[in-house]
């Protein structure tokens, strides 16, 4: 229990420097700022055909410029990592639906993994081991006890039901964030249940993973909890060595992504 987890903080989003590498002991998350969406002229058609299509078949048309625009970031920073044009880089999904980059290609080495919530995209990426991150839009009009007592463990409701009522809201988005990252990490998505991820929703204590059901409890695991936008919650999780993590900033412009 509790190995390896550190308390780190990621606020500051830096622009990208033209000679951007990512060396093994790193972990680098991107904010993309998804409201409004790029208006470069043909930013979104820069997808495959199967990546159209699923962006198509989306009911919310929302929901499909989100899907779009983080999948073109994605394919654009992956590319600056991977010395690849970004239509080059071949991209795959387990039967979980987490997605990778395909075996036998320059970059088969990075872990990478995709959040998004109304306005804001995060992208985390590293060579340091398997890694999720989670950002959720903080909304104010829910019963955080109620939520926590079906989908947490009984000790993280516990935790939660006791706190003032105005202090609930950020433990419950600091909670969700950090399983869910967790979760993205392992490559289980929500199938296992939020429960599957036990942490500590107190604020006031370091970021940590008491116990992961089913895990092998020697696992290391690094946090970070993001702040990348007012009213958002967000967290990355890496299984793995200690990292030194970074913020970095996309934009459609940005002359890094030019070259490509
Ligand atoms: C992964 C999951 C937690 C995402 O939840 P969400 O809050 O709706 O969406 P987020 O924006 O936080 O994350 C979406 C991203 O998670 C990633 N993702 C999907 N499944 C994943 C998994 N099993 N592990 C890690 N990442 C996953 C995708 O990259 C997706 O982004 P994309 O649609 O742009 O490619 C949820 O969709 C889930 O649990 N899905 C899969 C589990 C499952 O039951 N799979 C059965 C086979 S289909």
Not at 208 to 225: E, G, K, N, P, Y
């Amino acid at each position: 229990m509790d190995k390896g987890e550190r308390d780190c903080l990621v606020a500051q989003w830096d622009a990208p420097s033209a000679c951007l590498t990512i060396a093994a002991d790193e972990a680098h998350v991107w904010r993309v700022m998804l409201d409004p969406p790029p208006q470069t002229p043909g930013f979104m058609q820069a997808l495959t055909q199967e990546e159209q299509a699923r962006a198509a078949a989306f009911q919310n048309a929302d929901r499909a410029t989100q899907f779009r625009v983080v999948r073109t970031a994605l394919r654009q920073i992956l590319s600056v990592y991977a010395d690849l044009p970004p239509m080059m880089l071949r991209l795959m999904h387990d039967r979980m639906g987490r997605p990778a980059m395909a075996p036998g290609q320059p970059g088969d080495d990075l872990h990478f993994s995709v959040a998004h919530s109304k306005a804001i995209g995060l992208i985390a990426v590293t060579r340091a081991g398997p890694i999720g991150v989670d950002v959720e839009f903080m909304r104010a009009d829910r019963d955080f006890s109620a939520i926590a007592r079906r989908f947490f463990s009984p000790a993280e409701s516990n935790i939660l039901s006791s706190m003032p009522a105005d202090a609930q809201r950020t433990a419950f988005y600091r909670c969700w964030t950090v399983k869910e990252a967790c979760l993205k990490a392992m490559g289980w998505g929500l199938a296992e249940g939020l429960a599957a991820v036990e942490t500590d929703p107190d604020p006031g204590a370091p970021l940590r993973v008491i116990r992961v059901r089913a895990a092998d409890a020697t696992m290391s695991w690094q946090l970070a909890a993001l702040q990348p936008a007012w009213e958002y919650a967000a967290a990355a999780a890496l299984q793995g060595p200690r990292v030194q993590w970074r913020g970095l900033a996309w934009g459609p412009e940005e002359p890094l992504f030019q070259a490509y």
